[in-house]
């Protein structure tokens, strides 16, 4: 027996009345007229909708079981510039899907660019949608053991203006911030929520 809930639809139930591209820069912006079948028959009306495509990402959780410490970065975002305690953010090391480098690949170069850190062996937690009522962007969610032992430090490309500091805290530092609020993107909190799972389960 399955443990997937039944699909009504797939893309077939879809029509697209119309499609246009009313921006394209570093994000693109797709706009649709579309219909999609009802799950109590018939068809929607007429709905407009914008897409904002991005390249999938990846991020990887950054753990030392030997020491129970973790990695987490702290950097500038511009979607929390209205934040109203900081617009700097604790995340995992993480980077966009631009070239023809697997998602493994890509996870491995970004651990040594954003953390200083040689990562071996990647553990798949999920992939994930991000924000799908607006966007396509897909997420590939890495674990990695690794040595703490030698990382800190301020670390990013120049070319990409990245200026990002790194953190080395014990499980439960981090998880107290997660409780109390301080990590609030939705990444961090997937990925901690789940070694919090499975330190719970004795794993």
Same mark, same amino acid.
């Given at each position: 027996?399955?443990?997937?809930?039944?699909?009504?639809?797939?893309? +077939?139930?879809?029509? %697209?009345?119309?499609?246009?591209?009313?921006?394209?820069?570093?994000?693109?912006?797709?706009?649709?007229?579309?219909?999609?079948?009802?799950?109590?028959?018939?068809?929607?009306?007429?709905?407009?909708?914008? !897409?904002?495509?991005?390249?999938?990402? %990846?991020?990887?959780?950054?753990?030392?079981? +030997?020491?129970?410490?973790?990695?987490?970065?702290?950097?500038?975002?511009? /979607?929390?510039?209205?934040?109203?305690?900081?617009?700097?953010?604790?995340?995992?090391?993480? /980077?966009?899907?631009?070239?023809?480098?697997?998602?493994?690949? %890509? +996870?491995?170069?970004?651990?040594?660019?954003?953390?200083?850190?040689?990562?071996?062996?990647?553990?798949?937690?999920?992939?994930?949608?991000?924000?799908?009522?607006?966007?396509?962007?897909?997420?590939?969610?890495?674990? +990695?053991?690794?040595?703490?032992?030698? !990382?800190?430090?301020?670390?990013?490309?120049?070319?990409?203006?990245?200026?990002?500091?790194?953190?080395?805290?014990?499980?439960?530092?981090?998880?107290?911030? !997660?409780?109390?609020?301080?990590?609030?993107?939705?990444?961090?909190?997937?990925?901690?929520?789940?070694?919090?799972?499975?330190?719970?389960? /004795?794993?």
């Amino acid at each position: 027996m399955s443990d997937k809930p039944p699909r009504y639809f797939t893309k +077939a139930n879809v029509k %697209v009345l119309s499609k246009e591209v009313p921006y394209k820069g570093f994000l693109c912006v797709e706009k649709y007229s579309l219909q999609h079948q009802c799950f109590e028959g018939g068809w929607s009306k007429p709905l407009s909708r914008e !897409l904002m495509l991005r390249k999938h990402a %990846v991020a990887v959780l950054l753990h030392d079981p +030997a020491r129970n410490t973790l990695v987490l970065l702290e950097q500038f975002r511009i /979607g929390a510039l209205s934040d109203h305690e900081s617009p700097w953010l604790l995340e995992l090391v993480a /980077g966009l899907i631009d070239s023809e480098e697997s998602p493994e690949q %890509v +996870a491995i170069r970004e651990c040594q660019e954003e953390a200083g850190c040689r990562v071996d062996k990647l553990d798949k937690i999920r992939e994930l949608y991000l924000s799908p009522g607006a966007s396509n962007e897909k997420l590939f969610l890495y674990y +990695a053991q690794i040595d703490t032992s030698n !990382l800190g430090g301020v670390h990013g490309l120049d070319s990409e203006g990245e200026d990002i500091r790194v953190h080395v805290l014990p499980c439960e530092q981090a998880f107290a911030l !997660l409780e109390n609020g301080q990590i609030n993107n939705a990444i961090a909190i997937i990925a901690l929520q789940w070694l919090q799972q499975k330190q719970m389960a /004795g794993h």
